[in-house]
Structure formats: C-alpha cells, structure tokens
C-alpha cells in the first residue's frame, strides 16, 4: 500500500511530458525552390506570405501550378496575404517516417486555409502548443522559421488575438 502514492505521482508526469514537441533537435530538410515555387520562398525570406492568384479571375491557389485551376488562365502573380487563417484538417504524427522528425514526435500537421486566399491551402506545423491544441476551426496565424540564409518556412502558431 505505501507504494501506491508513487504510482499516482507518475502518470501525470509522463503525459505532462510528451504533450509538447520538442523542434529544436529536429535538422528539417530544405526545400528546394524551382520556377513556380522561387516567388514564395523570395517572400518568405523577407517574412512576407505570398501567394499565387490568377490575375484574370482573382482566384488564390497553392501549391503554385502553371495554369489557374480556376479558369486555366495563365497569367498568374505572387501577391501578399495576411497569414491570418484557419486549421483546415490536421494530423498527428505519431511515428517518425523521416528519422531527422523523431524528436519531435509526436506533432501536429496542420493544414490552414488563410482569410485573404480561400481555397488555397498551406501544409505547416503547428508551434508553440502541445500537438493537442490542433483542432479544426482554430484561429492561427503565420511565425516564419529560418531554415539557413535562404529558405525560410512559414509555419503557424494559435492566433494570439483569438477569441
Ligand atoms: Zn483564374
């Protein structure tokens, strides 16, 4: 019977634990941008999101093509949005498919439909929040993580100024 207490004491110590990612031993590999996608890792650089829109029709897309998906058109530019959105879909990565991600498993991959680019969607992690806090619906807004001197990813952090 004494022994119990222990027992008690140590489960909430471990979920405690294992709540939140730990990013910062995980090396990400670096994207490598090509013709279509150099714009948006420009921007990203300078901490802008900047998306695709079809300039005949006005409809945002990403990841970047090179024709409209809307209407085919293909005159198309980078222009800034907000980075302010919401999580779309989401997953929680349980297991380490890439070995460099293992420290931070387990983690959310969020999806997020920004407010200026409906339709458009973005693949990032959530930061910052234990992986639980990934839910559908929730506000969030766009933190930019310099990989090196070139690349640098937009990810997402909860909405600081959700109700
Ligand atoms: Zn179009």
Same mark, same amino acid.
């Given at each position: 019977?004494?022994?119990? #207490?222990? !027992?008690?004491?140590? =489960? #909430? &110590? ?12 995980? !090396?990400?590999?670096? #994207?490598?941008? &090509? ?12 901490? =802008?999101?900047?998306? %695709?829109?079809? %300039?005949?029709?006005?409809?945002? %897309? ?17 222009? #800034? +949005?907000? *980075?302010?959105?919401?999580? $779309?879909? $989401? ?5 380490? *498919? ?7 498993? @387990?983690?959310?991959?969020?999806? =997020?439909?920004?407010?200026?680019? @409906? *339709?458009?969607?973005?693949?990032? &992690?959530?930061?910052? +929040?234990? $992986? !639980? ?8 807004? +766009? ?8 690349? !640098?990813?937009? %990810? ?8």
């Amino acid at each position: 019977m004494s022994e119990e #207490p222990l !027992t008690w004491l140590r =489960v #909430p &110590n471990i979920l405690a634990r294992v709540t939140m990612s730990d990013w910062s031993e995980v !090396t990400r590999p670096i #994207p490598v941008p &090509n013709e279509w996608t150099k714009p948006f890792w420009e921007a990203a650089r300078r901490e =802008v999101l900047a998306l %695709q829109r079809c %300039q005949a029709c006005g409809h945002f %897309q990403h990841p970047p093509y090179a024709t409209c998906v809307s209407c085919m058109a293909i005159d198309l530019a980078f222009e #800034p +949005v907000s *980075g302010k959105g919401a999580i $779309y879909a $989401y997953t929680v990565m349980y297991h380490a *498919g890439d070995r460099r991600f293992a420290a931070a498993v @387990p983690y959310a991959s969020i999806v =997020v439909e920004l407010d200026d680019a @409906p *339709g458009a969607l973005l693949a990032a &992690n959530l930061l910052e +929040v234990p $992986y !639980t806090e990934a839910k559908v619906g929730r506000r969030v807004e +766009v933190v930019f993580e310099p990989l090196n001197d070139d690349i !640098t990813l937009p %990810q997402f952090r909860l909405a600081r100024d959700a109700k």
